[in-house]
Every structure is written in structure tokens, then in C-alpha cells.
Nanobody
């Protein structure tokens, strides 16, 4: 079992930055690929990015490439999502998720555990 708790969301002006954190419980955190997803009001959940268990590989959705960076600290059981140059269209609830069984990293069904989400609101 892995429990995930996101934090760091809030209200920011366009062009601003935020760093989200996702703290995980459980001794096997380092074995999971970790992903970030988001869901805006009235829209389907979408993939934002993912990071391999070692942190050696990262993957991003095209609209966030160059603006978002995922990192992890396995010693702290934490994964981060650094967001810069935020846009109003980035407004959403952001979720972190843990994928222990493989499957496409960009698909939500590949992930076994999910956090409760943290709201990010970008004002224009």
C-alpha cells in the first residue's frame, strides 16, 4: 500500500511559479514510477508528466514541456512538480499517482495509487 498526499497548490498570476510536492508513505516508494495528472473543471483527467523509479527518465505532455519539471527524492519519499511560466489553462486539480505494475506511463489506468489532489489556479 502506498498513500500519497499532495501539497503546494494555490493561486498564482500568469507567468508565476509553483512547486507541488507529493509525499508518499510506504517503504517501496523507490520502486514506483510516479506520475502527475491534472483535471480541469468540465474536462477529462490528463497526463502531465512522469518520472521513472530512479529519476533517470522523465516524460512530459507536450503543452508543459520546457515549463514543468518533475523530480524525486527517494530518501524523502517525495516527488515534486516544479511549474514555471504558468498559464491560465494550467488551472486544474493536480494529482500525483504511483505506478508499480508497468503499463503506459501516460495512462491513468497504469497507476495503482492516487493522492487526493491539490488545486492550482492561475489568474490572467
Amino acid at each position: 500500500q502506498v498513500q500519497l498526499v499532495e501539497s503546494g497548490g494555490g493561486l498564482v498570476q500568469a507567468g508565476g511559479s509553483l512547486r507541488l510536492s507529493c509525499a508518499a508513505s510506504g517503504r517501496t516508494f523507490s520502486s514506483y514510477t510516479m506520475g502527475w495528472f491534472r483535471q480541469a473543471p468540465g474536462k477529462e483527467r490528463e497526463f502531465v508528466g512522469a518520472i521513472s523509479w530512479s529519476g533517470g527518465s522523465t516524460y512530459y505532455e507536450d503543452s508543459v514541456k520546457g515549463r514543468f519539471t518533475i523530480s524525486r527524492d527517494n530518501a524523502k519519499n517525495t516527488v515534486y512538480l516544479q511549474m514555471i511560466s504558468l498559464k491560465p489553462e494550467d488551472t486544474a486539480v493536480y494529482y500525483c499517482a504511483a505506478n508499480g505494475g508497468g503499463g503506459p506511463y501516460y495512462r491513468g489506468f497504469s497507476y495503482d495509487y492516487w493522492g487526493q489532489g491539490t488545486q492550482v489556479t492561475v489568474s490572467s
